[in-house]
């Protein structure tokens, strides 16, 4: 009764390995061909917002951002975000005067 039992696991097992390995292709799409990985990755929208961390480089221009918001002449989630890198680069220059780094 054993012998059956292991039998028809084993049997299962198989039987899933070879259904999966078969339906592998369908389940999970083909890789990117390397022309295609190696493309000029396309250059972001004048729409889309700029981060953070965009922000906490070009810190100039993100005090430009946040008077235009102040202004009214810049709307949107940059306004947020430009803020945002101002209050973090401003944080890190006390802490460098305080810490005396």
């Given at each position: 009764m054993l012998q059956g039992k292991t039998l028809i696991v084993?049997?299962?097992l198989v039987?899933?390995?070879?259904?999966g390995f078969v339906l592998r292709p369908i389940i999970i799409p083909a890789q990117q061909s390397v022309a295609d990985a190696n493309a000029a990755p396309i250059a972001p929208t004048s729409t889309?917002?700029?981060?953070?961390?965009?922000?906490?480089?070009?810190?100039?221009e993100a005090r430009q951002v946040v008077t235009?918001?102040?202004?009214?002449?810049?709307?949107?989630?940059?306004?947020?975000?430009?803020?945002?890198?101002?209050?973090?680069?401003?944080?890190?220059?006390?802490?460098?005067?305080?810490?005396?780094?």
């Open positions: 084993l049997v299962a039987i899933g390995f070879a259904g889309d917002a700029r981060g953070t961390q965009y922000f906490l480089v070009h810190i100039d235009g918001c102040r202004n009214g002449s810049v709307r949107g989630s940059e306004c947020t975000t430009a803020e945002e890198a101002i209050i973090k680069a401003d944080a890190q220059e006390r802490r460098k005067r305080f810490l005396g780094n």
